[in-house]
């Protein structure tokens, strides 16, 4: 494809270098130097931790063709050294809107051969993700899934580095899928992706809100711009607002998105578990699952699911609503609801044989860790049949709860006091850690929950060792109590200040559990 035609849609200020007319074929569209080669488009643009426009010269040594830039004096310097190599310049900021509309270009417009879906809130994010994908392939609907754990293309399962990648890498995928026959794209979109204009101009058919609640204002900075953020996902700011807008009328935020996605010419499918209409009713939750009569506008239906516990009454809610935008009947939803096994690292079970639960689940916001802790509660306080047979509570008395979590480092300080509020109010026994420290101290940011997590007076230990935490988690644990392993869900590494480690939660905690038990691996 000529640089011309790449160009389309976005927002040029000059052009120079040879064939100026067309300019130069290009074989590849590129925002990292690392991943040029002959022929490709280099798209340097100042980034939040570096600069793109310093890598131009590494670009063109490993074959860059063309360049676009964000900056007046590199594309000034590129005349001068570089007068064989093309180059435009888009305005300072609009690097990541230029690269929505070249990449698209560049990759055969896919998103306009898909119908997207996006899902974006606090919590709830990758769950609701999941469902939507189970429910739109068990209508036979070929689909692509972007979200934080993973991707899917197909039926294929990628790695996921982010959880709303740049728009290069997610049009690539959404070409992908387009010619395995997906006709379907469900993705989770960030409040970073989102004021950062990575998905600017996808037409979203679907759009979800969860909820919102206190998190990322390390980047945003107050809860008005993480709600803005949110809120672009429907108000058109990023294009034309989406069809259909599925909203959580039950979170305080919802009411407000819902007149704003309506007046920018959504139409609004509401849900809730006290009002809206897709609403839950009759539950009957368990350890190993629930099921609820959905109560839709078309009917009721009643679903039978492996997921558990009142967050995911809201998740199947809002996977329900935006299938049924899609097209689902209830029948193609609630097969979707029963073929759903699990979502990797949310209230994941560590089963070695134990007279007690383990589960592992990335709450990492105080708001994610009452929920948890209340789900856990309901499990110790009513017991299954399979835990009164393991010497639950029933048998020796009420079981505990015992929560293990941290606070990232690098990340809003201000709720870190709240995180450890949420987990001694909830919790019978605490385990403070370490969660991704980063660039910070490990103690520091310990102390930093130390307060919230006091001020309940529930008994706790501190380790900011993780693996040392888990097996401290452990070795607390009775016959019908509960441990939780909160924070890192289904992340695979620890990342230290100075290196990253291997580290899986639930891995480490069945090798706790062998230990305690006497059991060698």
Do not use: W
Not at 114 to 140: E, I, P, Y
Not at 326 to 333: D, H, T
Not at 490 to 511: C, G, Y
């Amino acid at each position: 494809m000529r640089f011309e035609e790449l160009l389309s849609g976005a927002e040029v200020v000059r052009r120079a270098g040879p064939n100026a007319e067309n300019g130069p074929v290009i074989r590849g569209v590129e925002y990292d130097s690392r991943r040029v080669g002959p022929g490709s488009l280099f798209l340097a643009m100042q980034g939040g931790t570096t600069d793109g426009n310093r890598y131009i010269g590494k670009a063109i040594e490993q074959g860059a063709a063309a360049v676009v830039t964000d900056s007046a004096a590199a594309f000034s310097e590129m005349e001068k050294r570089y007068p064989g190599v093309a180059v435009a310049e888009i305005p300072a900021g609009a690097g990541r809107r230029a690269m929505v509309a070249i990449a698209a270009n560049f990759f055969g417009r896919p998103e306009r051969r898909l119908k997207l879906s996006g899902v974006t809130g606090t919590n709830g994010k990758t769950t609701t993700a999941f469902l939507l994908d189970a429910m739109l392939n068990s209508a036979n609907r070929k689909t692509v899934l972007v979200g934080t754990i993973e991707n899917h293309v197909a039926g294929a399962v990628r790695p996921a580095p982010h959880t709303t990648p740049e728009s290069r890498d997610l049009l690539e995928l959404l070409r992908e899928g387009a010619e395995a026959g997906a006709t379907e794209a469900v993705m989770e979109v960030s409040s970073h992706a989102l004021a950062q204009g990575r998905v600017c101009g996808l037409p979203y058919d679907v759009a979800v809100f969860t909820n919102l609640t206190q998190d990322h204002l390390d980047y945003h900075g107050t809860m008005e711009k993480y709600f803005a953020a949110k809120r672009a996902l429907f108000d058109g700011e990023l294009g034309a607002a989406p069809r259909v807008a599925v909203v959580n009328v039950d979170d305080r935020y919802g009411g407000e998105l819902a007149v704003i996605a309506r007046e920018a010419g959504a139409d609004i499918y509401s849900y809730g578990l006290g009002a809206g209409e897709f609403r839950a009713e009759d539950a009957r939750m368990g350890a190993s699952g629930m099921g609820f009569r959905l109560v839709a506008p078309i009917g009721d239906a009643e679903i039978e699911t492996r997921l558990t516990g009142r967050v995911n009454l809201y998740n199947l809610l809002a996977a329900a609503g935006a299938a049924y935008a899609r097209g689902l009947s209830l029948e193609q939803i609630a097969s979707g609801a029963a073929a759903l096994a699990c979502v990797p690292g949310r209230f994941q079970t560590v089963d070695a044989g134990q007279p007690f639960t383990v589960v592992v689940d990335y709450a990492h916001t105080d708001d994610a860790l009452r929920n948890l802790t209340a789900l856990a509660r309901e499990f110790v306080d009513h017991p299954s049949t399979q835990q009164r047979r393991a010497g639950g509570p029933g048998v020796g008395g009420r079981g505990r709860v015992i929560t293990l979590f941290g606070c990232g480092g690098g990340r809003d300080r201000a709720k870190r006091p709240k995180m450890g509020r949420a987990a001694g109010e909830g919790s019978d026994f605490v385990v403070l850690t370490s969660d991704n420290p980063r660039s910070e101290d490990p103690e520091a940011v310990m102390q930093d929950a130390l307060p919230g997590l006091l001020a309940t007076g529930t008994k706790f230990v501190a380790e900011a060792d993780r693996a040392r935490a888990i097996r401290l988690a452990v070795e607390e644990a009775r016959p019908g109590d509960i441990v939780l392993l909160a924070g890192k869900g289904h992340e695979k590494e620890q990342v230290l200040r100075d290196r990253t480690i291997p580290f899986d939660d639930a891995e480490v905690a069945a090798a706790a559990i062998r230990a305690a038990m006497g059991v060698r691996a």
